[in-house]
C-alpha cells in the first residue's frame, strides 16, 4: 500500500488566487472537492500541508501550476520517487 504524502501549501497566495478569479471559499473548495472549512484551514494556515490529489485539484481549478500554491519544486520532485 502506498502511502499518501503531503505537500506544503502556502495558505496566503491560494487565497490570493481564489480572490483573483473571484471564488467563494464555497465555490473553490465545491470545485476541488473539498471542505469549505478545510479550505479555510490551509488559506489561513493553522493547516499547512494538504495531500497531492487535493493540492492537483486546487491548482486544476484555479487553472494554475501547484508551485504557484507555494509547493516547491524539491517537494514535486519527491513525489516522483
Do not use: C
Not at 502556502?10 to 487565497?15: C, E, I, M, P
Not at 501550476?65 to 520517487?81: C, K, S
Amino acid at each position: 500500500m502506498k502511502q499518501q504524502r503531503f505537500l506544503q501549501v502556502d495558505g496566503d497566495s491560494l487565497r490570493r488566487l481564489r480572490l483573483g478569479h473571484r471564488l467563494r471559499q464555497a465555490d473553490l473548495a465545491s470545485v476541488a472537492g473539498i471542505d469549505t472549512s478545510y479550505l479555510s484551514l490551509l488559506e489561513t494556515g493553522r493547516r499547512r500541508r494538504a495531500s497531492l490529489a487535493v493540492v492537483q485539484r486546487l491548482a486544476e481549478a484555479l487553472a494554475v501550476d501547484m508551485t504557484e500554491l507555494g509547493v516547491n519544486e524539491q517537494q514535486l520532485q519527491r513525489e516522483g520517487e
